[in-house]
C-alpha cells in the first residue's frame, strides 16, 4: 500500500469474513427442524445484503405469525434430504 500511497500508516484494524455457503448454491430460507418457532435464513455466500428488503420480509412476516407472501419451498432446509 505504502507504494502507492507514501506516508500511509500501517493497517489499524483487520477482520476476516466467513462465507456460508450451501452445496446447490442457494439460501436457506426454513424453520429449524425441532423447532417451528426459529427462522433459519443462511447460505447467502456474501450476496445476501443484495436480498436484504425481501429476507427481512420474510422475517418480520414470520415474526407475526403470518404465511410468507413468497413460495419458499424452493429454499427449504429438507431439499438437502431429497
Known amino acids: ?3 502507492v500511497l507514501p506516508g500511509i500508516g500501517g493497517c489499524l484494524h483487520g477482520a476476516s469474513c466467513t462465507y456460508d455457503n ?3 448454491e442457494d439460501f436457506i ?3 429449524l ?3 417451528p418457532d426459529t427462522l433459519l435464513i ?3 455466500s456474501g450476496h445476501g ?3 436484504a428488503p425481501v429476507l427481512g420480509e420474510i422475517a ?5 405469525g403470518e404465511a410468507p407472501s413468497f413460495n419458499l419451498a424452493p429454499f427449504s432446509l429438507a ?3 431429497a
Open 1 to 3: 500500500m505504502r507504494n
Open 22 to 24: 450451501t452445496v446447490d
Open 29 to 31: 430460507i426454513d424453520t
Open 33 to 35: 427442524p425441532g423447532r
Open 42 to 44: 443462511t447460505g447467502l
Open 49 to 51: 445484503f443484495k436480498f
Open 60 to 64: 418480520s412476516q414470520f415474526a407475526q
Open 79 to 81: 431439499r438437502f434430504n
